[in-house]
């Protein structure tokens, strides 16, 4: 069996890359070791409403829970800051079904796709990677290609395999946990994502409310990887604590979040790594699926020219531009990650109370700008170092 592109994993970043591929008129084969491509899922499902035009993905019901309008941001003592749009900002995915329908798109445009067939390693030739060698329904394949992708998530081994340093200390990851449950006799609006902060709710991260109806929500939260304590020890803390029964629930999903960086080298020779198995996750809230698009979609444009002009040596140009644009952005996100993970709950209540005031439009988009006019007229807040020493990486 050869192919131009051998794609393993069918999450995100793997068929959106194939998708492009094989538009180009490529021979493509997505594989992934799920029996069902999408399912079981590890996500909290929410996806900005802007990646859909510009990833070309078709905004489709079938997959799109509901609609969301901003986002109520809670301090450690309860200050609200709402954040909220006239018209959907975002959207909570149905990702069993995403993830089955970006694969549906891949094999539209003219890629072949193997579910339940897991990549167990690489090929070698005369010392070149020649493809990869994958199980399915017990038989091993041996799979021909010019590349290679690994979009194999998290616990990515093709990276490793081909020799890039994919190695993750576990203060690098966040541990999530997650209940996809019927909310009763809580009150939320179901129109907005809820997020809860705190040194004692969710260290170095936080507790989410995903709605995925009036009721029924993703109840989920992310912590340093290295803590002592679980996600979940965590997570039932603070639904305890918000006399939320634990007794509806639909869904369990746990899984880690790679928040401390980025691989320094996406290809080698003939492998190329995207999405979480390159750690291209937003490190401040842990969101990853805009970031694996997009890592997606400047990986396809070299693979393409590469194949094009047979000359592999143009796929190093991926890792250029994706650290040139995104790495440098993300970087700037992960310095101002690291400073205000060690902001105190005193500091938090500070500045959520401050930004309370602020234009909420502005405040959403990331207009730091907007945060320091907030601030500004808040000098107890805005005087202390840390937060002063935020606002620098910020500005
Ligand atoms: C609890 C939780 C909540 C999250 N919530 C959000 C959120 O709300 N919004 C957001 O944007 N991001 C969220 N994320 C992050 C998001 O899920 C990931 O960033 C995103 O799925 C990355 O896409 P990917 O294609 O790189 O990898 P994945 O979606 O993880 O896909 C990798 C695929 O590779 C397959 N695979 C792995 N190894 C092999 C192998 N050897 N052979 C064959 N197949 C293989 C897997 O089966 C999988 O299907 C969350 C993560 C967690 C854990």
Redesign the pocket.
Known sequence: MHYDVVV???????PILARNVAKQGYSVLV????AE??SP???????GIGTFEKYDIPYDKRFINREIYGAAIYSPNGHKLELRYNKASGVILE?KIF?KMLAYYAAKAGADVMAK????GLIRRNGKIVGLK?KHEGETLEINADIIVA????????ARWAGINSFLPPHELDS???YEMILKDFEFDPDLIHLYFGNEVAPRGYV?I?PKDEDRA?V?I?INGDNPNTAKYYLEKWLKENNIKGTKILEV?????PVGGFLKELTKENVVV?????R???PM????????MEA?TIASKWIVKALEEENLELLENYTTEWWTNDGERLMKVLKIRQISEKLSDDELDAAVQALSGADAEKLAAGDYKEVFKALIKHPKVLLKPRMLKLLREAL
């Open positions: 393993v994993g069918a999450g995100i970043a793997g594989i992934d070791k799920k491509i999408g899922k590890r996500c909290g499902e929410g996806l990702r993830d067939t897991e990549a167990i994958a979009a194999d998530g998290v616990e990515s081994r093709i999530a946990y997650e989410w995903f993703n989920g992310g999903n746990v899984g880690g979040v995207v999405g979480d198995a390159a291209q996750v937003n809230h842990g969101g990853g699926m805009a970031e694996a997606a």
